[in-house]
């Protein structure tokens, strides 16, 4: 399944990196006496991908809920479009979060609407929409995921899990964000639907000049995906670089994470000049266990 946008963009550029769009400082988040962030600090620029990685329980969906203004800071300032959110009243807060589109670790879709309503209910929420120009967008949005028509009046559980994922996409894109965050958002996808998704992502990212902060697992898609990786462990962003870089950073997870058997086996697929800044260790045969 290919987005029709897919062939068009191909050999198109990708979005210029331009000015921050979110800058974390010194953010301190707990809960009760649980301590997730401590003075940590983040950046992403406007036409970046961003890979969030680290341990689960680690705090990386707890940084997004933050940076959507789901969740409170304990303290520490968090600027989004250059508005520190703490400081902006309802209405625009209200603007600010339209500009951004939202693909959640559980529940990309509410089970209990049609695929078209589930597209259709960002819209909805902003007043009243003709019905002749809700269908249109609705569509739009299908078309632009590589989703069939016909899969508009199904509901979520008569889908593939890479169909949800991409009627979830559909539904982030809804108000045309300039942001996108997305959480987990292979897990559970066979490999060949993950490399679809792989591709409807970077699709995206240059057909629309998107701004992508995306929390994974998945070494493959981050590899492929990422134009920086921030890595969370011990309570910080540890580092927030180009995978070559990151990989080269002297601290146990990194070395778990990027050194191990599934890491050099997904980094593989950088390209020869960005392998040749990788540590000797992450160049190791893919093939058999090497002692970190
Ligand atoms: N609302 C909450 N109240 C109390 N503790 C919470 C709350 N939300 C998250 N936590 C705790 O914060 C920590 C970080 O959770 P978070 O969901 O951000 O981790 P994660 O890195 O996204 O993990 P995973 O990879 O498993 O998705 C966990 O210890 C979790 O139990
Ligand atoms: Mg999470």
Redesign the pocket.
């Known amino acids: 399944m290919t987005a029709p946008l897919a062939p068009a963009v191909r050999n198109q550029p990708p979005p210029c990196i331009a000015e921050p769009v979110i800058e974390v400082s010194d953010l301190t988040k707990r ?1 009760g006496r ?1 301590i ?1 962030h401590e003075n940590l600090n983040f950046d992403v620029r406007r036409g970046e991908i961003v890979s969030i990685v ?1 341990g ?8 997004v809920r933050q940076i959507l203004g789901l969740e409170s800071p304990t303290s520490g300032t968090i600027k989004v479009f250059g508005e520190d959110i703490s400081k902006i009243d309802p209405e625009e807060a209200h603007v600010m979060r339209s500009r951004s589109g939202m693909l959640f ?1 559980q529940g990309a879709l509410f089970s209990s609407l049609t695929v078209f309503d589930n597209i259709a209910q960002p819209i909805r929420e902003l007043g009243k929409v003709p019905a002749g120009l809700l269908r249109d967008i609705v569509m739009l949005k299908l078309e632009m995921v590589g989703l069939p028509c016909k899969h508009a009046s199904k509901m979520p559980a008569a889908l593939s899990g890479g169909m949800v994922k991409r009627a979830g996409i559909a539904r982030a894109l809804a108000l045309e964000p300039e942001l996108l965050f997305l959480d ?1 958002p292979t897990a559970g996808l066979d490999p060949r639907a993950s490399d679809e998704f792989v591709e409807l992502i970077a699709t995206l990212h240059r057909a629309l000049g998107l701004t992508v902060v995306m ?1 994974t ?1 998945d070494l493959d898609t981050m590899v492929a995906l990422s134009s920086r990786v921030a890595v ?1 462990a011990d309570r910080k962003v540890l580092v927030a670089a180009p995978v070559e870089e990151a990989a080269n950073v002297d601290h146990p997870f990194i070395k778990e994470y990027f050194l191990g058997l599934r890491g050099r086996r997904a980094l593989q697929a950088l390209p020869p000049e960005r392998r040749a800044k990788l540590p000797p260790a992450a160049l190791e045969p893919a093939s058999a266990e090497v002692p970190l």
Do not use: A, D, F, R
């Open positions: 809960y649980n997730i680290g689960s329980g680690s705090g990386k969906t707890t940084l670790q987990e929390v697992h969370i």
